[in-house]
């Protein structure tokens, strides 16, 4: 049997752990099936796809817009009065994702799209409408009614937006995935959908766990802002002054100038080090020569409080020791594989509290317990479930 799938990326591929590494299941399923299984990316702004075969795969590009960042205040006051109005067509059919229709049209007929944003759920349900043997299938990373649930203005302009993307689109979709079982059940819960957890495991990295050191390295990586209440890291820096420990943070930001703010105040900060990011795929490898791998986040908001992050898994793969506050997903894997710590509350005073209590020794014992785990949670895991759900959405075998 052929098959025909394309995977809807509003995004460079290249740049998100998710997406590419489903692209990487994808090839692997589709190099070894007895089907005939061809592949195709619309991306974002890409040119090329740097991590998987490009024989298996056909890629297609479509022009970047500007990003939060780089909007004018004007321009972001416009989307927000569209969105107060209700008049969201112009956000979803933008000039740049003109392409989409195009290039989905000028393919043979598509057996399954799947869609890693749902900002380009439109197109997919556009696509379905005209050609209803095509089945629908959405990775939903975040609970997107409430992605910056503590930003009225947010809730008020786009809040509005992805909450209509939900309501409008959602019911017409065949299957779903998500990232955490909190996650999953709320968006049961709420739009009736069937959702099926899917946690964003890396690749198996081929390592052993360092001996740790007088000077005990923490790492922490990935997004700051506001809402991740991300300006505490410097205050946990300055309370590992006279301690062990000391704090590494690779950062990205999407909020303009906070990223700027952060690294300009952390100067100061004797016991705290700002790191230059890494491309994605050397994360890992980076990550070998520290210690512990730091989760900080407050339940502040529902996708906080249930986040099963990217990072989590590639602390393990690193063969880092956990550390995260006592956020409900995450608290019972690292106590089920006793992989880590969990403070003991969500304050910066709590996370040393819980540090400092911790021995050389004990450490030592959560990085080889990580590297237990990190043999059983990598991408090979979500390779047997893929087939299984797409084997379900197609109503075929595939093995």
């Given at each position: 049997?052929?098959?025909?799938?394309?995977?809807?990326?509003?995004?460079?591929?290249?740049?998100?752990?998710?997406?590419?590494r489903l692209l990487e299941l994808l090839s692997k399923i589709a190099a070894t099936?007895?089907?005939?299984?061809?592949?195709?990316?619309?991306?974002?702004?890409?040119?090329?796809?740097?991590?998987?075969?490009?024989?298996?795969?056909?890629?297609?590009?479509?022009?970047?817009?500007?990003?939060?960042?780089?909007?004018?205040?004007?321009?972001?006051?416009?989307?927000?009065?569209?969105?107060?109005?209700?008049?969201?067509?112009?956000?979803?059919?933008t000039p740049n994702r003109k392409a989409i229709t195009k290039i989905l049209n000028s393919l043979p007929l598509q057996n399954l799209l799947i869609?890693?944003?749902?900002?380009?759920?439109?197109?997919?349900?556009?696509?379905?409408?005209?050609?209803?043997?095509?089945?629908?299938?959405?990775?939903?990373?975040?609970?997107?009614?409430?992605?910056?649930?503590?930003?009225?203005?947010?809730?008020?302009?786009?809040?509005?937006?992805?909450?209509?993307?939900?309501?409008?689109?959602?019911?017409?979709?065949?299957?779903?995935?998500?990232?955490?079982?909190?996650?999953?059940?709320?968006?049961?819960?709420?739009?009736?959908?069937?959702?099926?957890?899917?946690?964003?495991?890396?690749?198996?990295?081929?390592?052993?766990?360092?001996?740790?050191?007088?000077?005990?390295?923490?790492?922490?990586?990935?997004?700051?802002?506001?809402?991740?209440?991300?300006?505490?890291?410097?205050?946990?820096?300055?309370?590992?002054?006279?301690?062990?420990?000391?704090?590494?943070?690779?950062?990205?930001?999407?909020?303009?100038?906070?990223?700027?703010?952060?690294?300009?105040?952390?100067?100061?900060?004797?016991?705290?080090?700002?790191?230059?990011?890494?491309?994605?795929?050397?994360?890992?490898?980076?990550?070998?020569?520290?210690?512990?791998?730091?989760?900080?986040?407050?339940?502040?908001?529902?996708?906080?409080?249930?986040?099963?992050?990217?990072?989590?898994?590639?602390?393990?793969?690193?063969?880092?020791?956990?550390?995260?506050?006592?956020?409900?997903?995450?608290?019972?894997?690292?106590?089920?594989?006793?992989?880590?710590?969990?403070?003991?509350?969500?304050?910066?005073?709590?996370?040393?509290?819980?540090?400092?209590?911790?021995?050389?020794?004990?450490?030592?014992?959560?990085?080889?317990?990580?590297?237990?785990?990190?043999?059983?949670?990598?991408?090979?895991?979500?390779?047997?479930?893929?087939?299984?759900?797409?084997?379900?959405?197609?109503?075929?075998?595939?093995?």
């Amino acid at each position: 049997m052929n098959l025909n799938i394309t995977l809807l990326c509003d995004h460079n591929i290249n740049t998100k752990p998710r997406s590419s590494r489903l692209l990487e299941l994808l090839s692997k399923i589709a190099a070894t099936s007895h089907h005939i299984i061809r592949i195709n990316v619309i991306s974002k702004d890409c040119q090329s796809l740097s991590f998987t075969d490009s024989m298996q795969t056909t890629l297609f590009s479509f022009p970047p817009d500007k990003s939060s960042k780089q909007r004018t205040k004007e321009e972001n006051d416009a989307i927000l009065e569209l969105c107060k109005k209700g008049d969201f067509m112009p956000l979803i059919f933008t000039p740049n994702r003109k392409a989409i229709t195009k290039i989905l049209n000028s393919l043979p007929l598509q057996n399954l799209l799947i869609v890693e944003d749902i900002t380009l759920l439109p197109f997919a349900c556009e696509y379905k409408s005209n050609n209803p043997q095509c089945k629908i299938l959405i990775d939903l990373r975040e609970f997107y009614p409430l992605e910056y649930e503590n930003d009225t203005q947010w809730i008020q302009g786009l809040g509005r937006f992805f909450t209509f993307l939900c309501e409008t689109y959602l019911h017409r979709i065949d299957f779903a995935l998500s990232v955490s079982n909190g996650l999953c059940e709320r968006y049961k819960k709420d739009f009736h959908i069937p959702c099926e957890l899917f946690l964003s495991l890396p690749p198996l990295y081929e390592a052993s766990p360092s001996p740790t050191q007088e000077k005990i390295k923490i790492l922490y990586h990935g997004f700051i802002s506001p809402d991740r209440s991300s300006m505490e890291l410097l205050e946990l820096g300055k309370l590992l002054k006279q301690t062990p420990f000391s704090l590494h943070i690779m950062a990205l930001s999407n909020q303009k100038g906070f990223l700027e703010s952060f690294s300009q105040q952390a100067k100061s900060i004797s016991s705290l080090q700002i790191l230059q990011p890494v491309a994605m795929q050397d994360i890992i490898p980076t990550s070998l020569e520290y210690d512990i791998g730091l989760i900080p986040f407050k339940p502040t908001t529902f996708n906080l409080a249930h986040c099963m992050p990217n990072k989590l898994f590639e602390y393990l793969q690193a063969r880092l020791a956990i550390l995260s506050t006592p956020l409900e997903d995450i608290a019972h894997f690292v106590r089920t594989h006793q992989c880590g710590i969990i403070s003991n509350g969500f304050k910066s005073s709590d996370i040393v509290q819980t540090l400092t209590s911790c021995t050389k020794d004990d450490i030592n014992r959560l990085k080889y317990n990580a590297h237990l785990a990190a043999q059983q949670w990598h991408l090979d895991m979500n390779l047997e479930i893929l087939k299984n759900v797409l084997g379900d959405v197609l109503r075929i075998k595939i093995e």
